[in-house]
T-cell receptor, first 119, second 112 residues
Framework: DADVTQTPRNRITKTGKRIMLECSQTKGHDRMYWYRQDPGLGLRLIYY???????NKGEISDGYSVSRQAQAKFSLSLESAIPNQTALYFCATSDPGLAGAISSTDTQYFGPGTRLTVL | KNQVEQSPQSLIILEGKNCTLQCNYTVSPFSNLRWYKQDTGRGPVSLTI?????NTKSNGRYTATLDADTKQSSLHITASQLSDSASYICVVSAMGSYIPTFGRGTSLIVHP
């Protein structure tokens, strides 16, 4: 678990505030992801990045932005937080290995999560 | 729309007993199916992954099966332990897509 770290682990903020969640990894993986998890729902992909110059929207990117500052760092921002963004946020990394870019079978390694509450 | 349905939603068993969790999916075209274990307050950890040609995969006391024809998978846990208490999530990926579809998970509680 220490290979993928997320900061902060918990955050309470108010509606309209700008929030940044940070993810760092020491696994040397090129691929990084941001998910959110809501009670009673499955994880949903927000954004993903396959290298420093690559950013892709996931299933629910509206209201979020990301920055891939380096291979090891991937940040998620909420420009103007709203209450329905209250959720558990996970960062993940993966390595396609020999399968290359067309593979969706690479194992994802998740961080410990950030619990965000927007009042 | 791609969907993954898991059952039961929750399950309570006694330590040492076996159990089976179910996953039905409508993801198409199918690429692979993965089972994750998520302990409370932690991120998910991959248990098994199966592609179209595989119908059984084991990882210790965990055995996953896949029937690609009926689009069903199961995760069988043998001789359960207290540490098996967690949420088990089924995840299905479609060919050509990097956006997997996650099930809502089955919450398993193992009592001594």
């Amino acid at each position: 678990d220490a290979d993928v770290t997320q900061t902060p682990r918990n955050r309470i903020t108010k509606t309209g505030k700008r929030i940044m969640l940070e993810c760092s990894q020491t696994k040397g993986h090129d691929r990084m992801y941001w998910y959110r998890q809501d009670p009673g729902l499955g994880l949903r992909l927000i954004y993903y990045s396959f290298d420093v110059k690559d950013i892709n929207k996931g299933e629910i990117s509206d209201g979020y932005s990301v920055s891939r500052q380096a291979q090891a760092k991937f940040s998620l921002s909420l420009e103007s937080a709203i209450p329905n963004q209250t959720a558990l946020y996970f960062c993940a990394t993966s390595d396609p290995g020999l399968a290359g870019a067309i593979s969706s079978t690479d194992t994802q390694y998740f961080g410990p999560g950030t619990r965000l509450t927007v009042l | 729309k791609n969907q993954v349905e898991q059952s039961p939603q929750s399950l309570i068993i006694l330590e040492g007993k076996n159990c089976t969790l179910q996953c039905n999916y409508t993801v198409s075209p199918f690429s692979n199916l993965r089972w994750y274990k998520q302990d409370t307050g932690r991120g998910p950890v991959s248990l098994t992954i199966m592609t179209f040609s595989e119908n059984t995969k084991s990882n210790g006391r965990y055995t996953a099966t896949l029937d690609a024809d009926t689009k069903q998978s199961s995760l069988h846990i043998t001789a359960s332990q207290l540490s098996d208490s967690a949420s088990y999530i089924c995840v299905v990926s479609a060919m050509g897509s990097y956006i997997p579809t996650f099930g809502r998970g089955t919450s398993l509680i193992v009592h001594p």
